[in-house]
């Protein structure tokens, strides 16, 4: 397996695809970002000696667009096939809710981050199930259905090798940093995330591949600390809501805390910068406040 950085927006460390060797001369990646960093995807295989029209098999672990974005591309240039969790396909298919919702999110700056996005053929849409064993030439790949991020996650493992591509489900980390758990809108569920995480270190794996970014060795520790920060994210959020805290100074206390751990970390200021870019605290903010509307309000009365 090998780790392409995508440089999106030029930066390095933000947003990674795996690359598998078939066996058989194809390839599949797992997650492709956005349709922006597609000529670098593709002219990265190419300084690796691959070739991209070998690429058969785009596994998607979630349809956010920093993760899925440029699947179209692949499968117009190269006729790859596209494996995604079932709530995952129709947007695939037909992207213009995925679009006006992205839109009220990031407004003006969607092309800029994501580029152009089109419809995908429904013929060329796999819809994967919990469990299923997919065998992608010599390389055998168990789906792991893992909500709680969004809930059309997926995660996907090698028995094999013991490993498994985590996409946002393991967080993000990159270099010596922390790991956080991102918490965008809009269906962030604590108690799903959780749960997944369970049957994840219940398989004990030797690797973690995160799309933010990398290889993490010590996956037991990592998942450790993740579950640890999104508890205490999720519970500094309730608390802040039962003050009544408006979204000003939610997103600007918020911000603070985060940039305090990233400070504790041996990082550099280009690493807390793509910390940013892969994991925006204002997403987490709107992501955790609509979890504690949506699935707890009850919790949020003042006493």
Known sequence: MIFLDTLHLGRAHVIGTAVLDLGDGNIALVDCGPANVFPALVDGLKRLGLDPNRVQHLLLTHIHLDHSGGAWRWQREFGTRVSVHPRGTAHLIDPQRLVASATRIYGDRMTELWGEINPIPESAV???????????????????????????????????????????????????????????PPDIN??????????????????????????????????????????RWAEWMRVELRNQRTEPGLIQDFQNLTAAELAKAPISDAVREAYEQADPATMSVAGLRRYWEKFHPELLSAD
């Open 126 to 184: 796999y819809a994967t199930s919990d469990g299923e064993r997919l065998q992608l030439g010599s390389c055998l790949i168990e789906v792991l259905e893992t909500p709680g991020h969004a809930q059309h996650h997926n995660a996907y493992y090698l028995p094999h090798e013991n490993l498994i591509f985590a996409g946002d489900l393991a967080g993000v980390k990159i270099d010596a940093g922390p790991v956080l758990p991102p918490c965008p």
């Open 190 to 231: 604590i108690e799903s995330w959780l749960s997944s995480l369970d049957r994840v270190e219940a398989l004990q794996p030797n690797a973690l591949w995160l799309t933010h970014f990398g290889e993490v060795r010590e996956s037991a520790a990592h998942l450790k600390e993740l579950r640890q920060r999104l508890l």
